[in-house]
């Protein structure tokens, strides 16, 4: 099976090797500007997940594996040289590796749970008939994103959407969906795992809500014309099949495994912050709660296989991502800030996070916002993302979603300047750019010099 799956990768490559070529030349002219190998490398790597998008697990694995031989052989890690600093950046980084890999395969079974609970199927009772219909799902998978987990809200989402939607949902719209999950958390410090590490650092909750104005905005800008793009293409079910009642049961196991989710999130990082480094605990409750409820209602265990190639997938991108020398941000400013949003789109977000709160400077409304909603443009670009694609694979595509999902990337931007017109930029003078965050990802980010950008060799 994997020697198939190596082959068809290699006959994808022999097929667009003009366009491969053309990066790898790319790729030579970086090395000539003193771009480090290691980002050369990353790049290549993000080139192959666009360009073979039907391959995207191998294409990750492959660049990992490179990626690690090279900083095991020549420049080494943060932690050290050889294999014994990979063995230190790895304890570094599997506190996070492995919560996102609870999450991602235990958000699949309540994604089938909550199908089978028959909520999406009641819900075209209450949603409008038009495309109106469509933007108030956005809307509620928006508010859902603000006290739940991105990740969820997107399930939930998604699996409402191909319910009233008759299973076809077009990607401009599934694109929407994660931009309103990651939207509805960027203002709120228990939404995103970004804004919580804010929130611990010390930055005001008040500070971050200020991201609202942004995300507000942006919803209806990307909003309105996925709304009616989704219309154009399959229209939202009118009414609800009659006899239709829903199984309250299981109802009840997914909102048991959410409140594991948030209980644990909640008590974690505000009251044991120490302890967050030291073991997947948000993760291991939600899966804690499956195990518990399974006896009430089965699990379908057949979706975890899928939902494990594409988990897989993201953390072989995010480990590429903590490989990476980079040792501080440009001056913080509103370009930086802005900025960010892009890279957050194919870069971790958690350690930008981390390096940002290091560095101290920002108006933490405005970094919330970008770096929160940024990942949305592509559909890798975010654990919400990758969540989503697994449920939706036709959404594997960055041409297709940078095609069809172009509001996206048009709502940033002029989100971003509203806010920027609305509240004007206000850096946090007062912030402490050298206080510990108690997070596995800030503590493996070295410390901050305020400048530019700066690689390590």
Request: with cysteine.
């Amino acid at each position: 099976m994997a020697q198939g799956g190596f082959k068809a990768l290699a006959r994808a490559v022999a097929q667009e090797r003009g366009l491969f070529v053309g990066a790898l030349i790319i790729g030579g002219v970086a090395l000539e500007f003193g771009v480090p190998m290691d980002f050369v490398l990353f790049g290549l790597t993000l080139a192959g997940v666009a360009l073979f998008h039907r391959h995207v697990l191998w294409v990750a694995l492959i660049g990992l594996a490179i990626i690690t031989l090279y900083k095991v052989g020549f420049t080494g890690f943060k932690t050290g040289a050889g294999l014994p600093g990979l063995g230190r950046h790895l304890l570094h980084e599997w506190v996070i590796l492995t919560n996102l890999l609870g999450l991602l395969l235990g958000f699949a079974l309540l994604s089938n749970h909550f199908e089978k609970s028959k909520i999406p199927a009641v819900l075209p009772r209450f949603l409008p008939d038009d495309w109106k219909g469509a933007f108030v799902l956005l809307v509620m998978i928006f508010v859902l994103s603000s006290f739940l987990d991105n990740i969820a809200a997107a399930i939930i989402g998604g699996t409402i959407a191909g319910v009233v939607f008759r299973g076809k949902v077009h990607i401009g719209y599934l694109a929407a969906i994660v931009a309103a999950s990651n939207a509805g958390g960027s203002g709120s410090v228990v939404g995103d795992t970004t804004t919580t590490m804010m929130w611990i650092d010390g930055v005001s909750p008040l500070v971050v809500v200020e991201a609202y104005v942004a995300a507000g905005v942006a919803l209806v800008l990307f909003g309105i014309p996925a709304a009616l793009q989704q219309q154009r293409y399959s229209p939202i079910v009118k009414d609800a099949k009659a006899g239709t009642r829903m199984d309250w049961a299981r109802v009840a196991i997914v909102v048991i495994i959410l409140g594991a989710a948030i209980a644990a999130n909640v008590t974690i990082n505000v009251h044991f912050p120490e302890s967050a480094d030291r073991f997947p605990f948000i993760g291991a409750a939600v899966w804690v709660a499956i195990l518990v409820c399974a006896p009430w209602r089965q699990p379908d265990w057949k979706l975890l296989p899928d939902a494990f190639k594409g988990s897989i997938f993201l953390l072989s991108l995010i480990t590429c991502a903590s490989m990476m020398p980079v040792e501080e941000l440009p001056a913080a400013s509103w370009h930086t800030a802005l900025g960010l949003g892009f890279v957050s789109a194919v870069f971790d977000n958690i350690p930008l996070t981390a390096l940002a709160l290091k560095q101290g400077g920002y108006d933490w409304g405005f970094l919330a916002y970008s770096i929160g909603f940024g990942g949305s443009m592509i559909w890798f670009g975010s654990s919400a993302g990758v969540a989503l694609s697994n449920l939706y694979p036709e959404a594997k595509s960055v041409a297709a979603w940078l095609r069809h999902g172009w509001h996206v990337a048009v709502a940033y931007v002029i989100g971003f300047f509203v806010l920027l017109l609305v509240l004007d930029w206000h850096p946090d003078a007062k912030h402490k750019a050298q206080q510990a965050t108690p997070t596995a990802a800030a503590a493996a980010v070295p410390g901050i010099i305020q400048g530019q950008w700066r690689f390590t060799s």
